[in-house]
């Protein structure tokens, strides 16, 4: 576990990327915006060299044209926070599985590809995870009404 | 050699030991469990898309039938997560008497795990015993908000209303006797050999498996890491008290139920500490009647549940209605490892696994 403080890092992850990624921040996190191509890869870089090793929270919002995909990581040891957002366009939603780098995401992205629709390429076992395996469409998405409303 | 076949045998959706309807399908190579697969949503109810339906302080009653075993747990993680969106402060009181209904909702859900990994063993009077104690729990809560199972009892910006005069008594009165209520299972079920053999040695859970899988709560302290969100991110007043955090040496399942009685005694010791320390004053802050945080603002907020690290994602629009509510269920992460530690296993310690992880399907299947 190497000695940073969570600027340095900022610094550090600035100097790779450069302009492909964006940091902003609000009074609960800090966001690193990546494309979606990079998510894989900054997320790798967080857990080896960071000791980010809890991903807490993968989620999903639809933001109509595009879906933002959410990760909410801790580092159990130093006590940190970090978010990675990154958007994939709605028709063709379609990111890299962080499996490899945090094995909880298994469940957690069966989970946003059941209710909203997002394939993550390369997981292992991409099936549906509390609906029935024969429903159609993705409930999350904003354009899936509910019956009687 | 005999040759043998593999062949399945379903655990569930209806079964006794599953908590609500979980399926199993264990895959068999004799009597050695070679895999386990999950199946979920039984109870599927669609929580999150109710809740871009409906105003954040309607949604309330929802969360407390989220995790029903310990009820107040998820609807305090909702309206703290909606008073961080708003920013408002909720009155000394209110908190410590949130403080002492999580707690007290954390010791009837281990009671429920502790009566309930027994009767899975087939030690039926353990239940009973548990059953019977946080039966006094129940009884507070009905005081307090008029229900027992889902209470639905905080609210933004505070509590429904201030405790009734007969409370304090009652949660002392509890206090008083928990150390010998322990000491009963300690004698009927932990002192049980045949439940020490069951549980001893069984779903073993390194650290390193319990965190890249992403376990929380006493899942995760039984395997020897001591991470609490209370200790690790205090929410609300948690940082005032005094408390140990149980570990376990091995992570079997043996050690995830010493940690739960243990935990028990602890959260005992923050509600004496609560009720020490409680001021008098109001119980609610003023809310505006119709809440609208601003647009584009967001919030994940997370709290140490029963189960483990329960989160909430929320995200405005700026209307009165979540734009996108994601519930983080400890229960449904947790879960993820039952084939990790069942594999190599026989299938009565499937049972066993699936009771010392403490699912709560309400919350899991969401």
């Not at chain 1, 989620?59 to 970090?82: A, C, Q, R």
């Not at chain 2, 000394?92 to 795990?113: N, P």
């Not at chain 2, 889902?150 to 304090?168: K, W």
Request: aromatic share 8%; glycine share 8%; with cysteine.
């Amino acid at each position: 576990m190497s000695e940073y403080s969570l600027e340095d890092m900022l610094q550090a992850l600035q100097e790779q990327l450069g302009e492909k990624m964006e940091v902003s921040s609000d009074s609960f996190f800090t966001f690193l915006r990546v494309a979606p191509g990079e998510v894989l890869g900054l997320a790798k870089n967080l857990r080896e060299n960071y000791g980010f090793n809890h991903l807490a929270n993968l989620s999903s919002v639809d933001y109509g044209e595009t879906f933002e995909i959410v990760y909410h990581i801790y580092s159990i040891p130093e006590n940190d926070k970090i978010a990675i957002k990154t958007s994939v366009p709605r028709n063709k939603a379609e990111i890299d599985s962080v499996f490899s780098v945090w094995p909880t995401a298994d469940w957690q992205e069966r989970e946003v590809y059941d209710l909203m629709g997002i394939k993550f390429k390369k997981h292992p076992n991409l099936i549906r995870v509390l609906l029935p395996d024969d429903f159609e469409g993705h409930p999350l998405r904003k354009d899936f009404k509910m019956e009687g409303r | 050699m005999l040759e043998t076949d593999q062949f399945k045998i379903n655990i569930g959706p209806v079964h006794p030991s599953t908590h609500g309807g979980l399926h199993v399908e264990a895959v068999l190579d004799g009597e050695i469990v070679t895999d386990a697969i999950v199946h979920l949503g039984y109870v599927h109810r669609a929580v999150e898309k109710i809740a871009e339906d409906r105003t954040y302080a309607q949604f309330v009653p929802y969360t407390s039938r989220l995790d029903y075993l310990a009820t107040h747990l998820p609807t305090l993680g909702y309206v703290q997560s909606v008073e961080k969106l708003i920013g408002v402060e909720v009155p000394e009181r209110a908190e410590y008497i949130r403080v002492i209904m999580a707690e007290f909702s954390r010791i009837a859900s281990h009671l429920i795990f502790i009566g309930s990994l027994a009767i899975d063993l087939g030690a039926t009077t353990g239940l009973i015993y548990c059953m019977r104690d946080r039966e006094r729990i129940m009884d507070m809560f009905e005081m307090t908000s008029g229900q027992r199972l889902v209470a639905s009892y905080m609210r933004v910006g505070g509590i429904a209303q201030d405790l009734p005069d007969e409370f304090i008594p009652a949660a002392r009165s509890f206090i008083h006797d928990l150390p010998k209520m322990i000491d009963e299972y300690e004698g009927l079920i932990m002192g049980n050999e045949i439940l020490q053999a069951r549980l001893k040695g069984i779903g073993i859970l390194t650290p390193e498996d319990a965190i890249n899988y992403g376990v929380t709560g006493p899942n995760l302290r039984a395997s020897g890491i001591a991470y609490d969100i209370r200790r690790a991110e205090p929410y609300g007043i948690y940082d005032r008290f005094d408390f140990e955090l149980p570990l376990g040496t091995t992570g079997d399942c043996w050690d995830r139920l010493n940690v739960r009685v243990a935990e028990l005694v602890q959260s005992a010791r923050i509600i004496e500490q609560a009720l020490d320390q409680i001021p008098e004053g109001e119980t609610k802050a003023k809310v505006p009647r119709v809440i609208k945080p601003e647009k584009g603002l967001e919030v994940y907020h997370r709290i140490e549940s029963s189960k483990g690290e329960l989160g909430y994602y929320l995200v405005s629009d700026g209307g009165e209605k979540p734009y996108r509510l994601h519930v983080r269920a400890p229960s449904f992460v947790n879960l993820m490892v039952l084939p990790l530690i069942s594999r190599g296993g026989k299938l009565q310690d499937v049972v066993a696994n699936i009771a010392a992880l403490d699912p709560v399907l309400g919350e899991s299947d969401r």
